[in-house]
C-alpha cells in the first residue's frame, strides 16, 4: 500500500496502476475509520481493479464552534486498517496541500445544501462539496463510495456530480449499525457510556415511524409525529430535526408515497449525532 501526501504523488502512483488494473474505485475519509469505513472499501474492493482512500480531515466543512479540533485523529491504525482490506494508495495530504495559501475557489450546490444538516450547519455542505470535487479531480476515479447514513451528504454531492458532469459512479452503501442499532459514527467514541445508552433513541424513533409505515399510514405529519414521542421519552436527547424528505432533494414532503427519507439529528450530551432510514419503494 502507499501512502502518498501531494497531489503529484497521487496522479502519478494513479497512473501506473491503472494502466494495468482498468477501474479505480475511491473511498473519501476523515480519518477515525471504522466498520462502516471498511464497508465501503469492501465494496469498492469488490468493484474496482483499484482502490483509493483519502483521510484528511477538511476544516472548510467545520463551524467556528465545532470540533475540528479535537475530533478523532488516528492516522497509523486508519493505515493498518485499510493495508488489511487491500487499498492500494492512500492519499493524506496536509491542509495546504488542498488548500493553497490565499485559496479562494469552493463549489457551492445551491437550494439543497440549506436543507437538514445544511440549516443547523451553515456552510457545512460548501466544504463537503468543495472538498469532494478537490478529490474527484485529483483521484478521477470511476466509482466513489459513499455511506447512505450521510444522506443528506449523498444528495448534495449527487447533484454536483450531475451538473458538473464528473464521469464517475457516485454509490451509496448502506448504513452499517452496531449490534444494538447504533449507526456507526467516528463520533461515538465521545459518548460517555451513559451517552452510548442515551443515544439508541435516535433508532428507536426511526424504527417507530417504519413501523407506523408498515401498518398503512402515509401522512408525513402523523408519522413524525411517531418519532418525536418516542424522541420525548429520552430527556437527555435535544432534537436537532426529524424530518421526512425526498431523497434527491431533500424537500419536505406531505405523502410518504414513493421512496422517502426519514432523517434525524439530536445531541447527546456534547455529541451531534446523526441517523436515517428510507421508507417505501421508488416508484
Request: glycine residues 8%; aromatic residues 6%.
Amino acid at each position: 500500500m502507499q501512502v502518498v501526501r501531494t497531489v503529484a504523488e497521487t496522479r502519478a502512483a494513479l497512473w501506473a496502476l491503472r494502466a494495468g488494473q482498468g477501474t479505480v474505485g475511491f473511498v473519501p475519509t476523515m480519518g477515525a475509520l471504522h466498520e462502516g469505513h471498511l464497508s465501503l472499501v469492501r465494496a469498492a474492493k469488490a468493484g474496482c481493479g483499484v482502490v483509493v482512500a483519502s483521510i484528511f480531515v477538511n476544516p472548510t466543512q467545520f463551524g467556528p464552534n465545532e470540533d475540528f479540533a479535537k475530533y478523532p485523529r488516528t492516522f497509523e491504525a486508519d493505515c493498518a486498517l485499510l493495508e488489511a482490506e487491500g487499498v492500494d494508495v492512500v492519499f493524506a495530504p496536509q491542509v495546504e496541500e488542498m488548500y493553497p495559501e490565499g485559496a479562494a475557489t469552493f463549489v457551492e450546490v445551491e437550494g439543497i445544501s440549506d436543507r437538514l444538516d445544511g440549516v443547523s450547519r451553515p456552510g457545512h455542505f460548501r466544504g463537503v462539496a468543495t472538498v469532494v470535487a478537490k478529490l474527484f479531480h485529483i483521484v478521477q476515479p470511476d466509482r466513489a463510495y459513499f455511506g447512505q447514513k450521510d444522506a443528506a451528504q449523498v444528495a448534495v454531492l449527487r447533484r454536483m456530480v450531475r451538473e458538473l458532469h464528473f464521469p464517475l459512479e457516485l454509490v451509496a452503501c448502506p448504513t452499517v449499525r452496531e449490534a444494538d442499532g447504533l449507526a456507526m459514527s467516528s463520533r461515538n467514541r465521545y459518548l460517555s457510556a451513559e451517552e452510548r445508552q442515551q443515544a439508541l433513541v435516535l433508532k428507536r424513533a426511526l424504527d417507530a415511524i417504519t413501523e407506523k409505515y408498515a401498518a398503512g399510514e402515509r401522512d408525513a405529519a402523523a408519522l413524525r409525529e411517531a418519532g418525536l414521542r418516542v424522541i420525548a421519552q429520552e430527556p437527555a436527547a435535544k432534537l436537532d430535526y426529524l424530518k421526512l424528505v425526498s431523497p434527491l432533494t431533500l424537500e419536505d414532503v406531505q405523502h410518504a408515497e414513493g421512496e422517502t427519507l426519514v432523517a434525524i439529528a439530536a445531541w447527546v450530551g456534547a455529541t451531534r449525532l446523526i441517523d436515517n432510514v428510507v421508507i417505501g419503494s421508488r416508484v
